[in-house]
């Protein structure tokens, strides 16, 4: 429908013959495509009056007048003065008073029609933004019952909240008007925002996701928003507008299945979205690792180093002082693209070592078309690894058992000549040299201390199979203090039920018996003690401060052998689950045999271990059945 703009052209110059006109500009104006009206009044109301064209033929302050309270009236009038009127007084009040157009005669027609055209041209544009202008902020209105709202300028300040979003967040309007919009989205959208989001916009795109808002109280708030750039007649932003939708508890509702889906893994498993944010860990992995909720977890990766296995060797997979949401953009990109092809590594800074292999998977999200959450599984097989690591220590155990065997059998034989031979010299000394029996005892003390440490090895290395017979718990400690001693005389002395041990000590070979396998019990005392000189080698505590103490008791039913030093103790983190893996030290100075191994050892020979840290040090508990004999009941 064409818009049909009115024209009030108020002239003196009127004649009664009204086929002609003294004044040549009324017949200009009537071949407008308009409603023109000619008249000799000066109008009384101005509403509906698009054009107002005087000419009157004497100026008066009447004429003024009629332009001010016209524009009053209507704001978007335009008005047009013909006049034969100079000066500039006259110029200056029609401009003060709003005067579209000033025209001074004399003046041709065809300049008045073409003035005429050009306002009737921007009373139109004037009516049809006027038009828009109404209908936006009807929209807006709607949008506004229904919707959240916020209006705000190219850089970011508020113009404009409805009162839904501000009883949702908890605000006045006044306390959001005039504030930068990001005060009010929580900080992790903050970059995404600023640099995309402006990007689409000034491309001309739409932008439409979800963003999570901050309520007064801190809580975060869900909402789909749409994104859109108002702008002006040159193409530039004049204002961004956002529409958005609560979607807090569908939101909710997505992620408790989600976490119901995850909860069920007993391995680490993190869910994230398309940014990288992780989300949710499973519970069971928190409940089961001392975790109170999700950003208790989070906080710990930063103290953990993350390698991949190559066949170089491990390798790190991020840099130190990376965010959580690097870490794991990093490692799902490296998994995704099969750069990780073995398995992830995590050291901690008990330098404790955690084996995972690593899976992903991806599912779409139902709220935002091509968007995707993201899963990965953490599948820890740190218990196969150590398995591994305990199989094979045992094979080298039985390896370094059989050499010991051999290397024994091998000793003895020259041993048995050396002590023939020199029982033979001796006693001819006995008879031409007396004077030099005195050097042949610290030749036999020799020989029974190599033949005391072959003892230890053979009884150690133990061959055929290994069955539960009647052994001496107490030789047992003897056989292990004997074959460490060479490395603890120069590290810490050892003593034993409260006499300090050495190679020539008498003991009881038939104390405290009990059903068992010596070498496997002998094994077990050899681990403990190597795990304490372990502790000492790397301490800075004086030789002459240092002590292992050895205890032995037994009664009709138990046999209990403690074993003590002050070499600082267990940290308190694993004093736990110090079974649960091998931690013998540097495996160039040690066995490379666990605590584990001994523990399975007392296990299957029905007794019981336990440690625990006092005076500075850790004590190791042991009891084990005592034996008793049983008589035939006839």
Not at 166 to 194: D, K, N, P, T
Not at 387 to 392: C, F, G, P, R
Not at 595 to 606: M, Q, R, S, T
């Amino acid at each position: 429908m064409t818009e049909i703009l009115r024209i009030v052209y108020v002239t003196d110059w009127i004649s009664d013959d009204k086929n002609h006109y003294p004044d040549p500009f009324g017949e200009v104006l009537e071949g407008l495509s308009a409603d023109v009206s000619i008249q000799s009044n000066l109008p009384e109301f101005f509403e509906d009056i698009d054009l107002l064209v005087l000419h009157p033929i004497q100026m008066s302050g009447d004429i003024f007048d009629t332009i001010s309270r016209s524009k009053s009236e209507n704001p978007a009038i335009k008005t047009v003065v013909i006049s034969s009127a100079h000066g500039s007084d006259l110029f200056l009040q029609a401009i003060d008073v709003g005067v579209d157009k000033y025209l001074l005669k004399p003046l041709l027609p065809s300049a008045v029609q073409k003035v005429a055209e050009r306002l009737m041209h921007q009373s139109l544009e004037a009516k049809h933004a006027q038009k828009a202008y109404k209908q936006i902020n009807l929209m807006f209105g709607a949008i506004s019952k229904t919707s959240l709202l916020i209006r705000m300028e190219e850089n970011g300040l508020i113009i404009e909240v409805n009162d839904l979003l501000c009883r949702l967040l908890g605000y006045q309007s006044e306390a959001m008007i005039g504030s930068h919009w990001m005060r009010f989205v929580e900080r992790r959208f903050w970059v995404f925002l600023r640099s995309l989001v402006r990007d689409r916009l000034r491309s001309g795109d739409i932008y439409r996701g979800v963003i999570e808002l901050v309520s007064i109280k801190g809580e975060l708030i869900t909402v789909d928003s749409t994104i859109y750039a108002v702008r002006d007649q040159r193409g530039e932003i004049e204002e961004i507008v956002c529409i958005a939708q609560d979607v807090s508890e569908v939101n909710r509702a997505i992620l408790a299945s989600m976490e119901q889906l995850i909860d069920a893994e007993p391995s680490l498993t993190v869910l994230f979205d398309h940014r990288y944010e992780a989300i949710l860990v499973n519970q069971k992995y928190l409940e089961s690792n001392g975790f109170t909720n999700n950003q208790d977890f989070f906080s710990s990766c930063s103290v953990y180093s993350w390698m991949a296995e190559t066949t170089y060797g491990l390798e790190q997979i991020v840099l130190g002082g990376c965010t959580r949401k690097e870490v794991i953009e990093s490692i799902f990109h490296q998994v995704h693209s099969g750069e990780i092809q073995g398995r992830i590594v995590t050291i901690d800074l008990n330098q404790n070592t955690q084996y995972y292999t690593v899976h992903i998977s991806s599912m779409p999200n139902p709220m935002i078309r091509d968007e995707e959450y993201h899963i990965l599984y953490f599948i820890d097989v740190t218990p196969l690894e150590r398995l591994k690591e305990s199989k094979i220590n045992d094979a080298k155990l039985m390896s370094v058992g059989r050499l010991a065997a051999a290397i024994t059998h091998e000793i003895n034989t020259p041993i048995t000549y050396i002590k023939g031979n020199l029982e033979l010299l001796q006693m001819e000394c006995e008879d031409k040299i007396p004077e030099t029996l005195s050097l042949f005892e610290p030749i036999q003390e020799g020989i029974a201390r190599i033949e005391s440490i072959v003892s230890s090895m053979y009884e150690f290395a133990g061959t055929g199979k290994e069955e539960m017979t009647l052994c001496s718990v107490n030789m047992t400690l003897i056989y292990a203090l004997r074959i460490v001693m060479n490395r603890s005389k120069h590290i810490v002395p050892i003593r034993i039920n409260g006499e300090l041990f050495d190679r020539n000590s008498k003991y009881d070979k038939s104390g405290c018996m009990t059903m068992g396998i010596s070498t496997r019990l002998e094994q077990v005392w050899i681990i403990i003690l190597n795990n304490a000189l372990d502790e000492y080698e790397k301490g800075t505590i004086p030789y002459e401060n240092r002590h292992i103490d050895v205890r032995l008791t037994c009664n009709e039913e138990w046999i209990t052998v403690t074993i003590s030093d002050n070499a600082g103790g267990i940290p308190e983190p694993i004093l736990e689950g110090i079974f649960d893996f091998a931690i013998s030290g540097d495996k160039k100075k040690s066995m490379g045999i666990g605590l584990n191994v001994a523990k399975a050892i007392i296990d299957k020979h029905g007794g019981n271990v336990k440690v625990t840290n006092a005076n500075q040090g850790a004590v190791f508990e042991i009891t084990l059945k005592t034996y008793e004999e049983k008589h035939d009941v006839v």
